[in-house]
């Protein structure tokens, strides 16, 4: 083999390598970026990330008060402010985030598959344009800049109410939705003032080379999660908290994690089998069956 024709060889390659690796993160995987540091839980695990890494389903996240980050999928974008909590979950047909409180600014183009987002009092599918989202555990809000999307109340999912560009939804916790085409003042008041600008994408997912894919850390020297990082989680009025028993289990063999779930059961029900299990049914004896006496009466 030539020179020309091992470089040839070689470029073959390095171009196989690198469409390998631009498959390897799913379409909808996000890509995080952050802006200073963002805890991420993991599992039963909490990281602090300071540097792009790729999301997995069940992903836990909160911004630092300072901070904030961006999340990156093929045709998404979203932004999140500071102190925001979110989930990264999956629902039939699409991805999906869970916003517990803080604020997040969405833009897609493109429109696949709807878009979910869950928080405490209102649920959204975005097909398409650009939303800026406020939430804590007693109301929500947002504008829809451009696009549309279905709303859903929590408590009447067969319900649904479409929304169009330039308009705004706003909702608190046991009271009817309200819909208008002017922001409230506050909502303008408390934005981050980035999130008036346009979402511009940090790294092209979609055109991530072999190199740059090297680049996304591994979460590395966590610690295990207590009480306090998942107590908010924990009681969330949530859908993904039905995932949290399951998931958390294994930290509940251990003190104090089990002592302090212990102390709220009144807000954690869920919890009550997994401290408290049922008496195991008694094991049923084996019933031998008795041989038939012969009635024959001997001669």
Partial sequence: MNARTRFHALRIGFAIACLCALHSVRASQFILLPEGTVTLIRATTVFNVDAP?????????ATAAQGGA?????????ALGADT??????????????????WIKIART???APFSIDTPTLQFALRDGVAVLHANRDATSLFLETGGMTLTLPEHADAHRQLDGEHYAAREAGKPLDVSTRPASAFIAGMPRPFRDPLASVASVASV?????????????????TFADLADWLTAPLAVRRSFV?????????????SQVRQNLRTLPEWR???????AMPRRRA????????TEVES
């Fill in 110 to 112: 493109k429109a696949n």
């Fill in 53 to 61: 890494i790729a999301l997995e389903q069940g992903d836990l996240l």
């Fill in 70 to 78: 961006q999340l990156e999928a093929d045709g998404t974008i979203v």
């Fill in 246 to 258: 399951a998931r958390f289990r294994p930290l509940a063999h251990g003190e104090p994690f089990r």
């Fill in 209 to 225: 080379s072999a190199p740059a894919k090297a680049k996304l850390i591994v979460p590395s020297q966590g610690r295990p999660a």
């Fill in 273 to 279: 089998r997994v401290l408290c299990p049922p008496p």
């Fill in 85 to 102: 909590r979110i989930a990264i979950d999956a629902a039939p047909g699409g991805d999906s985030l869970a916003l517990l409180s803080g």
């Fill in 287 to 294: 019933v031998v069956p008795v041989q038939a006496q012969s």
